[in-house]
Structure formats: structure tokens, C-alpha cells
């Protein structure tokens, strides 16, 4: 199985303390890096399937939203429904001002999956 991420996510697999395994005592899991690094507008063909990949850093700096066919798979950038970011570190309200905008702007009809 190929892992895509972008490249801030990517650098934070590598780091127990970022992918929260250093919280698990004897589990400390340090994952490898990206096969594939997602940039900007990056589309992907897997098997017959269209996937589109936006980044939309607010939660942390590695956020984006897939976008296959009508369904729009927001991870973090909207969690439960609710417009708000995290209390994290990298959250930040002006970034998701603006990834909600990017995302009001450009689908229509789309089913929103949002993540948790």
C-alpha cells in the first residue's frame, strides 16, 4: 500500500511526539515517510477513480480534503459539522476562514464527509 500525505504530515509520521504514539508506553511508533507527496491541486487516477487533493492547512499544517466524484472528504478542516478549529499548536482561525471559503467557492452539490 502506497501512503500519499503532504509533506508536513508526512515529516510528522516520523515523530512520536506529533503522531501521539510516545503516549502509549512500549508503543512508540515511528512510521516512514510519504511514497507519494501531495502539493497543491494534485489529482490522482487509482484504479478508475478521480481523486482530487486540495490543501487546506488550520487543524495542523498537513490538512487537505479529497475530493472523489461528489463526495468532498474534509478530515479535520470540518470536524462533527463544526466550523471551528482545534486548540492545537498549528490551529489556526484565519486558515480556516479561508479553507471554508476555498471550499464554499469551488463545490457545489457535493456530499461533505467531515472527519471524527
Given at each position: 500500500?502506497?501512503?500519499?500525505?503532504?509533506?508536513?504530515?508526512?515529516?510528522?509520521f516520523?515523530?512520536?511526539?506529533?503522531?501521539?504514539?510516545?503516549?502509549?508506553?512500549?508503543?512508540?511508533?515511528?512510521?516512514?515517510?510519504?511514497?507519494?507527496?501531495?502539493?497543491?491541486?494534485?489529482?490522482?487516477d487509482?484504479?478508475?477513480?478521480?481523486?482530487?487533493?486540495?490543501?487546506?492547512?488550520?487543524?495542523?499544517?498537513?490538512?487537505?480534503?479529497?475530493?472523489?466524484?461528489?463526495?468532498?472528504?474534509?478530515?479535520?478542516?470540518?470536524?462533527?459539522?463544526?466550523?471551528?478549529?482545534?486548540?492545537?499548536?498549528?490551529?489556526?482561525?484565519?486558515?480556516?476562514?479561508k479553507?471554508?471559503?476555498?471550499?464554499?467557492?469551488?463545490?457545489?452539490?457535493?456530499?461533505?464527509?467531515?472527519?471524527?
Amino acid at each position: 500500500m502506497k501512503v500519499y500525505a503532504v509533506k508536513p504530515a508526512s515529516e510528522m509520521f516520523s515523530d512520536e511526539t506529533c503522531n501521539m504514539s510516545l503516549f502509549f508506553e512500549g508503543h512508540n511508533i515511528l512510521e516512514p515517510k510519504t511514497d507519494i507527496e501531495i502539493i497543491e491541486d494534485s489529482v490522482f487516477d487509482i484504479d478508475d477513480k478521480n481523486i482530487q487533493c486540495y490543501l487546506t492547512p488550520e487543524h495542523t499544517h498537513g490538512c487537505m480534503i479529497i475530493k472523489i466524484g461528489n463526495m468532498l472528504f474534509s478530515g479535520d478542516t470540518i470536524l462533527n459539522n463544526i466550523k471551528i478549529p482545534a486548540n492545537l499548536p498549528a490551529s489556526s482561525k484565519e486558515q480556516l476562514i479561508k479553507s471554508l471559503d476555498f471550499i464554499d467557492r469551488n463545490f457545489d452539490d457535493i456530499i461533505i464527509y467531515s472527519g471524527h
